[in-house]
């Protein structure tokens, strides 16, 4: 079958959101007797960005960024590895957090430090998106920019309808972090009107209930039974379908953590289908953080290459899989790495 998702590949990937940097202490404390912290740059939208110019497709990073040296550097950094930055220049600060190694963003040892950093004091009107679409054949931002206040939600509609009107392919990654809604509104309130202009979106179930307000069965957290999780996948993508007419495909990630291991795999549905990954099982994850930036990565990766979508969704939960074995908050592995390593249909 033919992939629902159209584009032009000579054209780029213009992804949208916050740069940071994170700081990652362990757990034992040590860092406090050698005066050295682990540091990594950092941002779910960066990171599909590095991930897809390390696979050759064409990139360019929105962001906003302090005027000063250590931004500059930052910036240069990111140049250096291909990556065509966009940078509006204001404000006084970058972001950042701070991440206990080898924990996930779901624990108490995640802190954000991200009040009145550069990217959060946008407003619509202060970036050109007509000059920013130039060149562009698709959008990608996350459900973090407009967790971070009215403004960037206004920001991304700012965006979003520039893109509409270019007719731009758009994805979001419906990630939820509870701790930056925090500005009196409900993500199921805010995330509908930007949604509604997206050609693709990803996520899991449970986000979608959370943000969307299109609700998981109940009795599904105590079923450990993948063809219920798999059910609960197709009925949710065809109302997201239903919901947002412009949408064309929705992805689901499910990964299951115990132990120390996890059991990792993916569902996509496009054009009244639903395709199944294979099944993998990761054990002693080295990082949690930006696998599922990976595998949105992997999934424009696959229909810049006018992939099928069952080629698609196996390349995207591969590459994102092996992302848990990666220190970094980004893949370092090429196409033909996770080509090599794609599991057996199970």
């Known amino acids: 079958m033919a992939a629902a998702i159209k584009i032009d590949p000579k054209g780029k990937v213009l992804s949208f959101g916050e740069l940071l940097l994170r700081i990652s202490p362990d757990e034992e404390g040590l860092w406090l007797n050698n005066n050295q912290l682990p540091f990594f740059i950092a941002g779910a939208e960066l990171n599909v960005a590095t991930a897809l110019n390390l ?22 950094f990111e140049e250096k590895q291909g990556i065509e930055m966009a940078v509006d220049y204001r404000g006084q600060r970058l972001g950042l957090y701070f991440l206990t190694k080898g924990r996930d963003l779901k624990n108490d040892a995640l802190i954000y ?23 562009v054949s698709w959008f990608h931002f996350s459900a973090i920019c407009p967790a971070i206040s009215q403004d960037i939600a206004n920001v991304c509609e700012e965006a979003l309808k520039v893109a509409s009107e270019k007719n731009i392919i758009v994805s979001i990654d419906l990630n939820y972090r509870s701790r930056l809604w925090k500005y009196g509104k409900a993500p199921e309130v805010v995330l509908p009107a930007l949604v509604q202009y997206c050609d693709l979106v990803m996520g899991n179930i449970w986000a979608a209930e959370t943000m969307l307000g299109i609700p998981v069965s109940s009795g599904l957290v105590e079923s450990s039974q993948k063809n219920n999780y798999l059910k609960a996948a197709k009925e949710t993508s065809e109302e997201i379908i239903r919901q947002f007419p412009k949408c064309k495909v929705v992805a689901n990630t499910f990964r299951f953590d115990g132990n120390g291991n996890a059991n990792y795999y993916a569902a996509l549905y496009t054009s009244n289908d639903l395709y199944v990954s294979s099944a993998y099982n990761a054990t002693h994850i080295i990082n949690k953080v930006g696998s599922g930036d990976c595998f949105m990565a992997g999934l424009i990766y696959g229909y810049y290459q006018d992939k099928e979508p069952g080629e698609i969704l196996e390349f995207a939960t591969a590459a994102a899989f092996k992302k848990l074995y990666i220190e970094a908050d980004v893949t370092n592995l090429g196409v033909e790495e996770i080509l090599s390593d794609i599991a057996p249909r199970s």
């Open 55 to 76: 696979w050759g497709i064409p990139v360019r990073y929105q962001t906003a960024l302090p005027d000063n040296g250590l931004a500059r550097q930052v910036v240069s």
């Open 113 to 135: 430090d991200r009040a009145y950093s550069a990217f959060s004091e946008l407003k619509p009107g202060m970036i050109d998106w007509e000059k920013a679409f130039k060149g």
